[in-house]
Structure formats: structure tokens, C-alpha cells
């Protein structure tokens, strides 16, 4: 028997894109679905497409009458209502049904930029408190879903937080000093931070979204 997987996507409003200009938006979204169906379809699985329209109720409601044993979650929100990015990994959760993408928590967490900075800061201050008195290093360990602070000092002591983030990229390790990021973070006006980072060797660059007044870019050191 062929392994079942569904493919969720917010099926596009046509209308409501071509309103703003965004065409090849829901071109984008049609073409990733076509894209994971055929090759779905060509290693032998057995594929069900469920796009999704609102409102909210009705579309929880075909989740939860799914009979599959896999989803393939391309779905990016209802347009006007963001914080709906995380229906579907939250409803199959409760389902126990496997799905590929960020956990729910993970997304409500990242839709919520003030919260998330804030959790930066506050992890950045513990662990600091056990790094080098004179360097300061940490170093910060990105993968996918994970976001892992750690240090240590000459004393044999050792601090370490984990956080859930939304990361697609290559696994990357860097060392920072930890007050040059927090001072970073703290002068920022806004409640968002956006830290940028390309490379195991790169600097850091954190700045404010869609706003260009401070910007503030931090080197890597070697702990």
C-alpha cells in the first residue's frame, strides 16, 4: 500500500492579489504545490491536495477529517491574517499526524517579533553572566528549528540556552561578544530586531524591519 501524503496550501485569491500588484505571488504558490505533487508523485506516493480558504473554522475542519499519513504543509496563512501560519502544524499536532515545516509554537513565536526579542535578550543576558570576564564570547550554534547559545570561562563553568526558532538555512556555529549583541539589541527603537548572519566567518548585522535609522553590525571573534 502507497504511503498517503497530503499537500495543505492557502488556496490564493486571485482578486485580492491582483489588487496589490502580486501576480506572480500566486503564480509562486501554484507552481511550489505543482513542483512537490510531481515529485511526490514520481517516488510513489500516493497525493492528496487540500487548499485551504477561509474562514478559519471550515478549514480546521477539513484538517481534522484527514485520513493520511503524512503532510506536506505549504501553507503560508490566510491573506490579511498572519498568526493563521500556524493553524496547521498546531491542529495535527493534536491529530498526532506528522507533518514537514515549523511546529506551531515555532511560528507563533516568530509572528511575534517584540516577544521574540525580548527571549533574545534575556538569554543572551544569562548566558553572558558565565563567559569570559574580559572577552565575553558566546557562541551561537543555528539549525534548522534551534537556535543554541552557549559559553564557557576559564573556571571550568558553562552556560548553554535553547531557543525554537524558524531557520531554513546550512547548520552554522559563530562566536560573538555577548555585550556588543546585546547593546545591539537594546538601542534599537523598535520592538522587532532582524539579526543577519551569512556565513561561520561573517559579522553580524542587526538592524530594525522596514526601518533604516540604526543599524548596527557586530564581528566574530574565536573563542
Do not use: W
Not at 504543509?73 to 515545516?101: D, I, K
Amino acid at each position: 500500500m502507497h504511503t498517503r501524503v497530503a499537500i495543505v496550501y492557502n488556496k490564493p485569491f486571485h482578486s485580492r492579489y491582483d489588487a496589490v500588484g502580486e501576480e506572480k505571488a500566486v503564480l509562486s504558490v501554484l507552481e511550489a504545490v505543482e513542483a512537490v505533487h510531481q515529485a511526490l508523485l514520481e517516488l510513489g506516493y500516493h497525493v492528496i491536495l487540500v487548499p485551504l480558504l477561509p474562514p478559519l473554522e471550515p478549514a480546521e475542519g477539513e484538517l481534522r477529517a484527514l485520513h493520511t499519513d503524512l503532510v506536506f504543509n505549504l501553507f503560508e496563512g490566510f491573506c490579511g491574517y498572519p498568526e493563521t501560519e500556524a493553524l496547521v502544524p498546531e491542529v495535527l499536532s493534536e491529530m498526532g499526524m506528522p507533518c514537514t515545516g515549523c511546529p506551531g509554537p515555532v511560528l507563533r513565536l516568530a509572528l511575534n517579533k517584540a516577544k521574540a526579542k525580548t527571549i533574545l535578550k534575556d538569554a543572551l543576558t544569562r548566558v553572558a553572566i558565565l563567559s569570559n570576564e574580559k572577552f565575553k564570547g558566546i557562541t551561537l550554534e543555528v539549525s534548522p528549528e534551534s537556535l543554541r547559545i552557549c559559553t564557557h570561562n576559564p573556571d571550568h563553568d558553562e552556560a548553554e540556552e535553547e531557543l525554537a526558532i524558524e531557520y531554513s538555512g546550512d547548520p552554522l556555529s559563530i562566536s560573538f561578544n555577548a555585550q556588543y549583541l546585546l547593546d545591539a539589541v537594546s538601542n534599537l527603537d523598535s520592538e522587532h530586531a532582524v539579526l543577519t548572519i551569512a556565513s561561520n566567518a561573517s559579522s553580524c548585522i542587526i538592524d530594525e524591519p522596514n526601518v533604516s535609522v540604526y543599524k548596527f553590525i557586530v564581528m566574530p571573534m574565536r573563542i
